[in-house]
């Protein structure tokens, strides 16, 4: 069975609110506001990939078709056709259709496209621009799927083909006469499950298995939804709703809410009277972080079915006993000390955070001011804003983290990231018993050294390469400037440098920023390579040309191998 998740973008421009309105909770006061328009769509919220798993039959009754149907219908988030509605479809970068929907949303039947092609649908926007809004697989020789505007999730389910001809044809009709659901029990904006809808599987006239979604497509703000309780779902379901929904959050400006707080966010939410305020660009922080988090945290089902965690706390550096009180525990993170201006300052290293994980700081300067709390997700850190600084990552010289804490999280990431460092330190420290003190081979032989107080290339400011993950010089006195870490260069600080750079590594400049770090935590092995490049940082990496020491699926084999022994 092969299941692929979709996300449809919304379809509608909005701009920015640049007034700044009072507010009644406190956070990250002293950052910008938003001064330049942002007349970009919504961004598609990406999920993480799933793990297909193919069933096939031994002897089919018919020999199965090469190529696929796609049917498409798309609506509003009132479950009205949008009609008019041009669109592209994209297969490996070639434009396969061009059309428009008509009168009831619907698109003329896409022929030829070939079994197991990965393909994208591009949406046109009132200035003419075109934005990528859903991507998924032909599984079957025909595929329905409605979309739904701003969001919508669906999939694909394919099966053995050994049976006899079925009833797709009414099924078809079904989809298209009604794509409503009864929604999962769950916290809501005007109500959203964020689960996925039922396939109906069956069989068209020739015996062909079919695909089509036969219960709608959840929608980020599901008016249909009227229960508002949190749903029991297991730790990952919540970690990814977490994330879907601040990553989305984060484009929307609750100043033009002001004055409102948290807590009456959520029952508009709950009531499903919540309207969403005007965009604004993610990297645009509003000084309401604690705001921002707290909804988050309540939308995923981290706390309180009714209100948020810290009810009335308006201090985001007050956040940690409230945390506490919810079911969160605090992180024990290695240390790391930090040159702040004249200060150095031992604190949990955030670089070895987990997705889900929430951080507390103070601000340094001034430790009674608001401070800051934000979210770890597996692509960067998140609040009412996600960090503008160059690799993603926090400003700890500037915002002092209190602590870590954990509820739910992914327990597969800190394996996955141990395992793809294990793979970089075999190939660009190969040959040294103890690959933390790897210099260079010279006249046949493996030359180390011994002083980890500092880069044994500082001295001399030569831009060579050392360590476990041959970093040179150069690259680790700028992360020095950068970051204010400690100067030396052990094992730990060798780790927290490649992470970082992983961090620094992304397959664009568009929102929400993907990251090499952040597939590698996925276990997006060759997402992490091929869409970031990342045969230019790790050359023996595939596509790394004649230096080129392993191949995707022998990387992909090891990485699994070292994921489960990390595991045991």
Not at 92 to 99: I, L, Q, S
Not at 239 to 263: G, N
Not at 282 to 292: M, N, S
Request: aromatic letters at 8%; proline letters at 6%; hydrophobic letters at 35%.
């Amino acid at each position: 069975m092969n299941d692929n998740d979709m996300d449809f973008a919304d379809v509608i421009d909005v701009s920015v609110n640049t007034d700044n309105p009072s507010s009644s909770e406190i956070g990250n006061q002293d950052e910008s506001t938003p001064t330049v328009a942002d007349t970009r769509l919504t961004p598609m919220l990406d999920e993480t990939d799933q793990q297909i798993v193919q069933e096939a039959s031994a002897e089919p009754a018919t020999p199965a078709p090469c190529v696929g149907t796609l049917d498409l219908i798309i609506n509003d988030p009132h479950g009205d056709p949008i009609s008019d509605l041009r669109f592209k479809v994209i297969i490996k970068k070639e434009v396969v259709f061009v059309g428009k929907t008509d009168a009831k949303g619907r698109i003329k039947t896409i022929e030829n496209l070939k079994l197991g092609s990965i393909f994208e649908i591009h949406v046109q926007n009132d200035i003419g621009n075109y934005k990528l809004a859903a991507i998924g697989k032909i599984q079957s020789e025909e595929n329905y799927a409605c979309l739904t505007s701003p969001k919508t999730r669906f999939e694909f389910t394919t099966y053995a083909h050994n049976g006899e001809s079925g009833n797709a044809a009414d099924h078809k009709k079904k989809v298209i006469k009604s794509h409503n659901q009864q929604p999962a029990d769950t916290p809501s904006i005007t109500g959203n499950p964020d689960t996925k809808p039922t396939v109906q599987q069956s069989r068209n006239g020739d015996g062909h298995p079919v695909a089509a979604v036969i219960d709608g497509a959840a929608n980020w703000y599901n008016i249909h939804n009227d229960n508002a309780a949190h749903p029991e779902q297991d730790a990952l379901t919540r970690l990814h709703t977490l994330v879907a929904f601040m990553e989305h959050q984060a484009t929307l400006d609750y100043r033009a809410l002001a004055p409102i707080t948290s807590d009456e966010i959520i029952v508009k939410m709950r009531k499903k009277t919540f309207v969403e305020p005007v965009s604004k660009l993610p990297k645009t922080t509003t000084g309401w972080c604690t705001k921002y988090v707290k909804v988050g945290l309540w939308y995923a089902g981290y706390g309180p079915a009714t209100q948020s965690i810290g009810s009335g706390v308006q201090l985001a550096r007050q956040m940690g006993p409230e945390l506490i009180k919810a079911g969160f525990k605090e992180v024990a993170l290695p240390k790391v000390k930090i040159h702040a201006g004249q200060q150095i300052i031992e604190q949990p290293d955030i670089t070895f955070a987990l997705p889900g994980d929430v951080i507390v700081y103070k601000k340094t300067v001034a430790p009674n001011e608001a401070g800051h709390i934000d979210v770890r997700t597996y692509h960067g850190f998140i609040s009412d804003f996600v960090w503008p600084a160059r690799n993603g990552f926090p400003d700890v010289r500037t915002y002092t983290v209190l602590g870590v804490y954990r509820k739910y999280s992914d327990t597969l990431a800190e394996a996955r990231v141990k395992a793809f460092l294990r793979i970089i330190r075999e190939h660009e420290a190969k040959g040294f018993a103890d690959p933390y003190k790897a210099l260079k081979w010279e006249n046949n032989q493996h030359v180390c050294f011994s002083d980890m107080s500092r880069h044994p290339y500082a001295e001399s400011n030569i831009n060579k390469p050392a360590g476990a993950y041959q970093i040179k010089w150069h690259t680790l006195r700028d992360d020095l400037k950068f970051t204010g870490w400690q100067t030396t260069f052990t094992p730990l600080d060798q780790d927290r440098i490649a992470i970082y750079e992983l961090q620094g590594r992304a397959s664009g400049t568009s929102y929400p920023r993907r990251t090499a770090l952040g597939h590698i935590m996925e276990g997006q092995v060759e997402q992490a390579v091929n869409e970031t490049k990342l045969w230019n940082l790790f050359a023996f990496l595939p596509g790394g040309g004649k230096q080129q020491q392993i191949t995707m699926d022998a990387l992909k084999q090891t990485f699994d191998i070292y994921v489960k022994e990390y595991l045991k």
